[in-house]
């Protein structure tokens, strides 16, 4: 056989695809082995030989076609493939058949040659030979998807996967490949290019419920829209760096703030030593008169020094001052009065002479005891000119002196108690949650002290219940014990030594009391609120919070802004329990609670305007 060397022999796979397979089938094997070496030029083949080696005509044109079309798609693999994604399903070009494959399509009916636009920049090939597109060839897999292909029919019988498939794999290949590929830098026919460029305009329009018609769709627009798009993108992590920063720095400022107030409330020590000593002095006076010229009131006991003053909680001036003079009663009976178990009625049992005077129908008088008391003490003072009395409020269990210090106002309040050595009335059972803050022992050593009765009434003194007078009666006291876990507040021992770490629990208490009376100076709707709220305000946060490392002293502006948060939860509820008496509501009877709550809160989330106006005018 001229041209074509030797037949070669066939190996074993060959043998026995001959056996079940067709001529026509075992020619197909022979033609796809083929394909597989180097392919040779068609124009060098003599038909003639051919008819000598090969089946009939028939099987001879579908295997000519079939190699012809594997040429194709060889080639077709070195040249720059152009994209699927730009092409229109609906609308594609109707293209040549090389001349291989010539018989096939003149059998098809496709007589006419349809030469497509070439586009620019691409690579010429040769005119004879043109180079096939994986479109086309999938579109002459897919005419007729009811008719299996020779090729398709040979590789089912040899087991091997049909040239259709391939052919099917190639494309999802290229369709994956220029999907990688930016938009713009591969090349479609004029055509299909402008179809899907409107394609993609008109589903931006459609997806922009807001962008202009028509204009919108143009290229420009198409820009634009994409920068407004990677702006977008780029600005939530923008606005969150500066959201952050504009946190950090507005942290940073009130914490400056916070701190230059409470150096501003700071109170020098020598002004302390100087009312210190003014203040000991006229109390002092005070103790020796009444037990050396009363009867009722010489078995007074050492003065009790309470207050914020005592507390180291007293800001600006030392001006205020508190001091309970005891009364020492052995037994007594009480009874509730009201059903918030703060205020009681007292019966006195035995040895208590003294004080029979100002029994009542058996119950022991809070105001002519008071009223006897203040009569006294008005006596001691007359020797003293530089202090004076003020007049009697209504409701206040203390007798108030004023005098000056380096010109500077100085109020004393000595309040008349009863001190009872016996165990807590049953409405404290309740009360004084310390064991997950202090530990269980401090509160036992506590309650092991004694309690105070202080002649202080709420409402109306002639309002009568049970046969007593609500003038006459007694409210319980433990300013003591406030005092002992002031001064004892960590729940670490070390807490506020020169050996442990410092706080913020009083800090706290002193900006919340600072900012309640520049708020009552402001209002004066606002008087019925005292320093003695924020104090209970602070106790139950040191129960909720009990590690010291909630109140490191570098957290300042944190702790204070949780303590206000609390604050403004008790004002909004109208209730603020008491410490020790928990049935006791601190704001019963109080209104203007929402409204002082609206005013903190405003303080809070402004970054405390109040106090930097003090600043700014140097108060």
Not at 233 to 242: C, E, I, M, N
Not at 475 to 490: M, P
Not at 570 to 589: A, K, R, T, W
Request: aromatic residues 6%; positive net charge.
């Amino acid at each position: 056989m001229a041209g074509r060397g030797k037949p070669r022999k066939l190996n074993s796979l060959d043998a026995e695809c001959t056996k079940v397979s067709s001529p026509d089938l075992t020619e197909g094997k022979q033609s796809e082995k083929q394909t597989k070496q180097k392919p040779k030029k068609a124009e060098q083949k003599n038909p003639n030989k051919a008819e000598e080696k090969f089946p009939p005509d028939s099987a001879r044109g579908e295997s000519q076609h079939s190699r012809a079309q594997r040429t194709c798609a060889t080639r077709t693999k070195s040249t720059k493939q152009l994209p699927l994604e730009k092409l229109e399903k609906k609308e594609i070009p109707k293209t040549t058949r090389t001349k291989r494959c010539s018989d096939r399509t003149k059998s098809q009916g496709l007589e006419e040659e349809v030469k497509p636009e070439t586009p620019e920049g691409t690579r010429k090939t040769n005119p004879r030979v043109r180079k096939a597109k994986p479109s086309e060839m999938t579109e002459i897999q897919l005419k007729d998807p009811t008719e299996d292909s020779v090729d398709t029919v040979k590789a089912k019988a040899c087991g091997t996967k049909p040239k259709l498939r391939k052919q099917l794999d190639a494309k999802m290949q290229n369709e994956q490949y220029f999907e990688k590929i930016p938009k713009g830098e591969h090349q479609t026919p004029k055509n299909t290019r402008e179809a899907s460029e409107q394609t993609t305009k008109t589903e931006i329009c459609a997806g922009k419920a807001k962008s202009p018609p028509a204009k919108a769709c143009g290229a420009k627009p198409k820009v634009e829209v994409q920068s407004a798009v990677q702006d977008t993108k780029v600005a939530p992590g923008k606005s969150q760096d500066l959201k952050r920063k504009d946190m950090t720095e507005e942290k940073a400022s009130t914490d400056y703030i916070l701190k230059e107030t409470l150096k501003k409330l700071k109170i020098k020590r020598f002004d302390k030593k100087n009312a210190a000593e003014v203040i000991n002095e006229i109390i002092q006076n005070i103790i020796n008169h009444l037990k050396q010229n009363t009867l009722s009131f010489n078995d007074v006991q050492e003065p009790l020094k309470t207050g914020s003053y005592y507390e180291n909680l007293k800001i600006c001036n030392p001006d205020e001052f508190d001091v309970m003079l005891p009364i020492l009663v052995d037994r007594v009976k009480l009874e509730p009065f009201g059903n918030d178990g703060a205020f009681y009625s007292v019966e006195l049992k035995r040895g208590q002479k003294n004080l029979e005077r100002f029994l009542e129908n058996g119950i022991l008088s809070a105001t002519k005891m008071l009223n006897e008391f203040r009569e006294e003490v008005k006596k001691c003072v007359k020797n003293f000119t530089e202090w004076r009395v003020d007049k009697k409020k209504k409701g206040c269990p203390a007798v108030t002196l004023t005098t000056y210090v380096q010109s500077v106002p100085i109020s004393l309040d000595v309040v008349l108690c009863l001190m009872v050595k016996s165990s807590w009335p049953p409405f404290t059972t309740e009360g004084l949650k310390i064991e997950c803050w202090l530990g269980h022992k401090v509160k036992q050593d506590h309650k092991r002290e004694p309690y105070y009765l202080v002649p202080k009434y709420e409402g109306k003194g002639t309002v009568e219940s049970d046969g007593v007078l609500n003038k006459d009666v007694w409210r319980v006291s433990f300013s003591h014990i406030e005092k002992a876990i002031l001064k004892n507040h960590g729940s670490k021992k070390t807490c506020c030594e020169k050996s442990g770490e410092n706080c913020c629990r009083k800090s706290c208490l002193k900006l919340l009391k600072h900012l309640l009376h520049l708020l009552k100076e402001r209002d004066s709707s606002f008087d019925k609120f005292c320093s003695y709220h924020a104090k209970t305000t602070l106790f139950h946060a040191c129960c909720l919070r009990t590690d010291d490392n909630n109140w490191r002293e570098s957290n300042l502006s944190d702790c204070f802004q949780l303590l206000l948060e609390d604050f403004e939860r008790y004002l909004e509820n109208g209730q603020l329990c008491n410490f020790f008496v928990p049935s006791q509501n601190l704001f019963s009877g109080i209104g203007k609670c929402k409204c002082l709550s609206d005013a903190i809160r405003k303080e809070r989330l402004s970054g405390f305007p109040i106090f930097r106006e003090q600043l700014k005018n140097g108060h």
